[in-house]
């Protein structure tokens, strides 16, 4: 049984395995990133810049917006103004000038189903990510943001003739007015904090998707976000329900060119897992070095409800990602598997999740996996809270931290309040130097020192790449040594 | 046949001189022992031929069948046959056992070995030397007793075969079974491939054992005596102080 994880040379497959092969679309993904996406010249039809009431209106007057959503981005823009920014972000983003960006960017293209409608140029950045052919192979449905709008929108008749509905928000929002209403912005409220309340004021594309009663869509869907220029930012809002006992598998993917100077990124996500729902919501954020991150991720589940978060922190330069759950229903479950990657001087990766029992029999588990090297920076920020009342509540906190070098930093701050007797909380945490004396014994087993390095962090996250389908483990792997690649030349 | 020739190491250790030129040579087949007080050098001298980044050899020459190897990085040295025992192996938790032997066979024994074969083999070696099997899903010495570390150090030479084995200590903190397999362990591998051996150990008996050619005394960073049995004999019944001032 040992030898599970080596056979054939690959990495164990285990039950979670979706019956696809999505290497194709991952490899695009990491190549892109490491040698072929580049900026390009594209024609863009509308740019609102400065952080203005002015603004607002023109976006939400362009989105041909309900009265209710102008207020909710009028009242935003005051919470924002008025909300402190967070102690704990380095200094420079406390200094950051939302309004030197260009908010809200509108491409010369208009959404379509077929990517023939879309300009060469534009079209380029997803060819280069193969993206068009793995929707074809592997996805259900797919929705495309190019800067701050939703360029391609298309879902697969299997899904649509189960009543399942896939679309930008800013669609939903017109046809589904009802169902988009009760669920936006409810589990997390604009006034949560400063970032939240600027995502509220200039939200734009995303995707809206629900799964109606007792549907399990087999195939994943995705939503694939590109920053295409510097000085940007992009605000979108992702929206998914899950009806009673339904199940759905949510891929997010993220990426940008090179860019001169830095962009900006202040996205949301709603999960809403509804009775005996399940849903499964896997990041792989590969934004190039200049793009500051933050995401803001919330989910709630219902009676025995499950929500599984997966996140790759891989790519940008300072992130800030801390995917939570409020467990409201008896017997609901929540798991976030989270690695971080901080890769050089400068980066930084803020993380943590946060899991909230609020009803009896719940259970969660956290497992945070950072890895720093040339100088980065890993910060670990999360909270596990049982309310009082949340009898026999199980949760699970493990959160590790692997330094490659001396200069690397890595800092945890773990929070547990537990209110209810009746609940077991466990807590790990454990910080890993790599030593010299390690690099010394594997070289002596002829192990070069590149490849002993790779070896010791892929060990170090083995326990993540265990519960991942096949093919992120497989990506993870390859953009971890492609990142150690770069060590090898510093050194 | 191969030979192993140390000329006149000088290393010192955080500027400090451990070793003041050392020279011996060791023969394909034949099993030398490197014997001496605590701290006279012998564990640095084993690390000093291996590379380690912290010992630097400051003069002097590590020549391997005429090719000088002196400054070869560590793993390009165990490509050309070098191995080394660590007397106390450091702990890597995140790296499973069976992955690193897999990796190391892959790379120095069989490069073009079945997954299936090198399994094979693994399984077949852990029972030689008495491991066991549920050790191989742990991570490197994460939890091993210090038997079970210096077992799985034999068990990794009889995997990669090398020309030159040293073995540092092999014989502390094992008991009756434990140094038994690993002085048969040492045989074998001498008859089956001809390997030489440097031995550091504080005790006769694993000699005894192995039947060793020549036994060496390192004191303060220098060889001060050099023999056959007789010299090991002596210094279990004189202790070293008899040794050293004769």
New interface residues.
Partial sequence: MFFNTVKDGNVEMTEEKLSLDMNEILNASIEAKYEKLNQSEFHRRIVESGLSRGTIEEISKIKKEPEWMLRLRLKSLELFEKLPTPNWLPDILGTLNVSNLELYIKPDVEQTNSWDQIPKEIREYYDVLGIPESEKKYLGGLVAVFESEPIYSNVKEELTKKGVIMMPPEEAMRRYPDVFKEYFTKIFPVSDHKFAALHGALWSGGVFVYVPKNVKITTPVEGFFIIGSEMEGQFEHTLVVADEGSYIHFIEGCSAPQLKKYSFHDGMVELYAKKNARIKFTTIQNWSKNVINFNNKRAWADENATIEWVEGSLGSRYSFVYPSTILRGQNASSTSLVVTLASGEGEWKDSGSKMIHAAPYTKSKIVNKNIGFGGGVNIYRGLVKVNKGAKGSKAFVKCDSLMLDEKTKAYTFPHNQVLEDDADVAHEAHTFRMSEDQLFYLMNRGIDEKEATSMLVLGFIDEIMKELPFEYATMLNKVIKLELDKLGAVA | MSILKVQDLHVEVEGKEVLKGVSFEVRSGEIHALMGPNGSGKTTLSLAI?G???YKITKGSIILDDEDITNL???EK??RGL??A?QN??E?????L???L???HN??ANPSGS?TEI?QRIREMTKTVGLS??L??R?VFEGFSGGEKKRTEIL?MML?KPKFAILDEPDSGVDVDGLRVIAESIKKLKEENNTGYIIITHYRRILDYVNADRVHVLYKGALVASGSMELAKKIDEKGYEGVIKS
Avoid: C, D, W, Y
Avoid at chain 2, 92 to 96: D, S
């Fill in positions: 291996m380690h980044p912290k990085e560590t793993n165990v490509k191995f080394l660590f192996p450091v890597i938790g995140g790296v499973k069976s992955t690193l897999v990796a190391e790379r120095i997954v399994i099997e549920s191989l899903n991570g990794q990669l």
